[in-house]
């Protein structure tokens, strides 16, 4: 199985004289040949989050903006069967929601595969494939809902549970007058309609994740109503996890019973997926994409974040520099 320093190898014998290594042709090498091994569609969508942890949330998260990315890999995809390489560190439900729509338009049979961290809205997306392939070092995480709340701390991404579960602590606490002044400067930061807000967020992502594992994983199954709800349930559980940056392993999915592939099975495809995730890595670390949504024709979409005054992120179809357009590779 090829490891990181040796797809890191393989990428210095790309090295011309004077030129960086040649990323994507080595990335999409792998994915063309992970289609051929499996015969169905592979998309990657990943984010360089890990390796650029000073690039602000937006440019690396689940977004409106990934619509375009798919629309355009998309494009000339044949059959019904999709394998999503997925790496991300999450972002807008309703954006995942909207992914979820339109790539179950598209396709009826989906694996995602996760090469090592679907967290939050990624794993809200995972759980609208009929199966999801996980390895020993994939990691799944919870999908309660965040807040962006203007604090006195600045800006912070606060758990909607958390919230519903101070308000009623305080609701308690602030019967003793002696306690109500060290809750009022706490009690101060919140807006008036942000109880009803924690609610929805909560119910949301509760629903959409059990309306996909209804209709998708779990469809046909003597209990999909009631395994669907538990793993929603499960997931959402702030209490359950204490953090939401917390892993959850393969195990753990499994013993939820969500329906999970070994990715050791297929040796194989798992080569090949952690060979194009590899590569992925390598392509964050040494240019200035931040995230890149590609397919196994060689169609790419990459959004870069560059240090510089304005504009701080450019968006489009980039094969190698910044703002150069090019056709999809030839890639069978």
Known sequence: MPIWSEILTELASTQEQGNPPDFDSVRRKYLAEMHRHTGRNIILYASGWLQKPDVPPAPVSISDEDMQ????????????????????PGGSPEA???????????FTHIRVIVPQLAMSAATMISCAANEIVLG??????PTDPQLLLQTSLGIRAVPAQAVLDQFDRATRECADPAKLSAWLPML????????????LAL?????????????YMFEGLDDCVERAQSVSDWLAGHDNFKSHSR?????????RRLVV??????????DLALSVFHATTHTFSGTPAVKIVES?????????????????????????????????????
């Open 296 to 332: 196994h024709t060689g169609r790419a979409f990459v959004k870069q974040h560059v240090v510089q005054a304005v504009p701080a992120v450019q968006f489009g179809l980039v094969p190698s520099g910044p703002d150069v357009v090019v056709p999809p590779a030839n890639v069978e």
């Open 188 to 199: 101060g930061q919140y807006g008036p309609d942000l109880l009803v807000q924690c609610e």
């Open 261 to 270: 592939y070994r990715l050791e099975t297929d040796e194989v495809l798992q």
């Open 136 to 141: 020993k070092h994939s990691f799944l995480g």
């Open 203 to 215: 119910a949301m992502s509760k629903e959409l994740v059990k309306t996909w594992l209804e209709s």
């Open 96 to 106: 995942a929601e909207a992914i979820v729509s339109y790539l179950r338009q598209r």
């Open 69 to 88: 990315a798919l629309m355009e890999v998309s494009q000339g995809l044949a059959g019904d069967q999709l394998d999503l390489i997925l790496h991300s």
């Open 247 to 255: 892993h959850i392993p393969r195990d753990e999915a499994e013993k």
